[in-house]
């Protein structure tokens, strides 16, 4: 069977399913959770066909389909490193990051969560004036310290290495009867039933001792995540005020998040 994306004359040798099915399951190794879309960019293929080898894959049980993508087997209990989360929707992030930073006023006192997207959102603080943030997240931390107008608060805690994060009681005590006005959060997934999940019990303790001590929760997530679930919940759909995605996020999904009274803020590229 060969893929009719590419016609006779496009110059391109026609891809062979098995060829592009081994392609899907590499870049799912290599990235834990692929969208939909970059998956038929990577195998040069359509939509409608990637879609159809998915269905393939997950009917042998070699991946989990879900909105707008695919997972590998296991994905609820993965959690990918700071690093491997960088090489994922880099423009997309960076899209986020400017719009949510709009959401910001100056002397504003505002918490932010780990993440490379939250990272990223750090380095678009910098035309603030006067703004408190208090975060367990280096990263964050680093960016921000370019900023001299910008009190830089991190919290105590036991560094998470593989995610560059604090966490741990002494972390979560550090936020205790702290009182912002809005909480600036990722995690590695997020659906309408759930919320916002991550695959780490103790991430997500310190993620919702982040959200308690903020009279609004910011989600920043991309569409690789959305309509993705793992472990742990995190922060109830409920609890969630505003989420700002991209503009490749699952239309169904989104729909569904604003009908639980979360309010979209969508980033164009």
Do not use: C, F, Y
């Given at each position: 069977m060969v893929s009719d994306a590419q016609g006779p004359g496009d110059g391109r040798r026609p891809v062979f399913a098995a060829e592009?099915?081994?392609?899907?399951?590499?870049?799912?190794?290599?990235?834990?959770?692929?969208?939909?879309?970059?998956?038929?960019?990577?195998?040069?293929?359509?939509?409608?066909t990637v879609r159809r080898?998915?269905?393939?894959?997950?009917?042998?049980?070699?991946?989990?389909?879900?909105?707008?993508?695919?997972?590998?087997?296991?994905?609820?209990t993965r959690e990918p490193t700071h690093s491997q989360k960088a090489q994922v929707?880099?423009?997309e992030k960076l899209a986020i990051a400017d719009l949510a930073a709009s959401l910001v006023e100056d002397g504003d006192a505002i918490v932010v969560g780990p993440g490379t997207t939250t990272q990223a959102f750090a380095t678009r603080l910098g035309r603030h004036n006067e703004l408190a943030v208090v975060t367990n997240s280096l990263p964050v931390a680093q960016a921000l310290a370019a900023f001299p107008?910008?009190?830089?608060?991190?919290?105590?805690?036991?560094?998470?290495?593989?995610i560059l994060a604090l966490v741990g009681s002494a972390a979560e005590a550090s936020l205790a009867g702290l009182r912002v006005r809005r909480a600036f959060l990722s995690g590695n997934g997020l659906t309408a039933?759930?919320?916002?999940?991550?695959?780490?019990?103790?991430?997500?303790?310190?993620?919702?001792?982040?959200?308690?001590?903020a009279e609004e929760v910011v989600v920043l997530a991309d569409h690789t995540k959305i309509g993705l679930d793992t472990m742990v919940q995190t922060i109830p759909t409920e609890r969630i005020d505003h989420l700002v995605t991209d503009e490749t996020a699952p239309g169904d999904v989104l729909d569904e998040l604003a009908g639980r009274g979360v309010r979209l803020h969508v980033a164009r590229l």
């Open positions: 592009r099915r081994q392609r899907i399951l590499e870049l799912l190794r290599a990235n834990g959770a692929v969208s939909l879309r970059e998956l038929a960019q990577a195998v040069r293929s359509s939509e409608v080898d998915l269905k393939a894959l997950a009917a042998e049980g070699l991946l989990n389909r879900h909105h707008g993508g695919a997972t590998l087997p296991g994905e609820l929707a880099g423009a107008r910008i009190e830089v608060v991190l919290t105590g805690g036991t560094l998470r290495g593989s039933e759930r919320g916002l999940s991550t695959p780490n019990m103790q991430v997500a303790s310190v993620d919702r001792a982040l959200a308690a001590a």
